[in-house]
């Protein structure tokens, strides 16, 4: 009979295979455009989300930024430069965190929801997690960084057709950066609430430390060098500099290493997402 029962399991288990093998391809364009397009739709449909990631950084910007006033003047090689014109491209930059971190969360509830685990199950590539994860976050923030651009006019920035292409391709490249950084982070975490304490103890640092509240030509030594250590920084000063040409960097760097810098980040954060995900492949439970 425990032969005969086995016989059967092993039957069962072999034709649930060969039904999966023989089931068609859908490859990995349209499942990754289908996730992408369902963060980008479950993001909207949250409008206090919405509200929150656009609110909190503008607030920041004005209350901070009107709050030192033209007591600060950023060390730069075009000279003096007021502290709400510095602190703009920091509050950008912020938006595409918020929006990185709230994106990626849907990965924790996706598990706690069994919507994963669905997707981890289903006759399709690991590989469309990550990239329909990373492409939908990546979409949001660079949208959520483009409406705080904006502003700019407000403060008297003019774009060129040049200086505007360079702006989005660094917030872009940041947006990538962060999302696939923000996928790590989730991927390994079950609850909200531990996703919130590393993004509070590790992310924010990270912000803090990018030259978006001061810059590494007036930091303390030691604070200089780990901020010339942020790959945050790199992107920071890139936006800077498309925002004011007029202004010295303060890293020494031209914009385009800047770029190359933070786009080698990206592909980093990227690949390590893509091994986290399709390491699992080889468990017995996935």
């Known amino acids: 009979m425990a032969t005969h029962s086995t016989t059967i399991s092993t039957a069962r288990h072999a034709d649930a295979r060969t039904a999966r093998q023989s089931a068609p391809d859908p490859g990995i364009v349209l499942p990754s455009l289908s996730l992408w397009w369902r963060e980008i739709v479950r ?23 009107s709050g030192f006033g033209n007591s600060f003047r950023a060390q730069t090689a075009g000279g003096g430069q007021r502290y709400l014109e ?4 920091g509050a950008l930059i912020m938006i595409v965190l918020f929006t990185s971190i709230f ?3 849907s990965v924790i509830e996706d598990r706690r929801e069994g919507f994963l685990l669905s997707v981890l199950v289903a006759p399709i590539s690991r590989t469309v997690i990550v990239l329909g994860k990373v ?24 774009f060129t057709l040049l200086r505007f292409a360079s702006a989005v391709l660094c917030i872009l490249l940041v947006s990538f950066s962060l999302t696939a950084l923000g996928f790590i982070v989730a991927w390994r975490l079950d609850s909200t609430q531990a996703f919130h304490a590393i993004i509070n103890l590790f992310l924010m640092p990270l912000w803090m430390l990018s030259g978006s ?16 250590a942020n790959p945050l920084t790199y992107g920071v000063e890139a936006l800077r ?9 303060g890293l020494g760097l031209s914009t385009a290493a800047c770029l190359i810098i933070l786009g080698t980040f990206a592909l ?7 091994m986290m995900v399709n390491r699992r492949r080889a468990s017995p439970s996935a």
């Open 43 to 65: 993001f909207y449909r949250m409008r206090s989300r919405v509200v929150g990631v656009i609110a909190s950084p503008l607030l920041f910007w004005i209350v901070i930024g």
């Open 86 to 89: 510095f602190f703009f491209p």
């Open 103 to 105: 994106t990626m969360m």
């Open 135 to 158: 492409l939908g976050g990546t979409t949001l923030a660079t949208i959520q960084g483009l409406i705080f651009l904006a502003f700019a006019p407000l403060i008297g920035i003019h």
């Open 213 to 228: 509240l001061f810059p590494v030509s007036g930091a303390a030594s030691w604070i200089a060098m780990i901020m010339r």
């Open 241 to 249: 500099a498309s925002l004011y040409p007029q202004m010295g960097g």
């Open 268 to 274: 980093v954060m990227f690949a390590i997402a893509f």
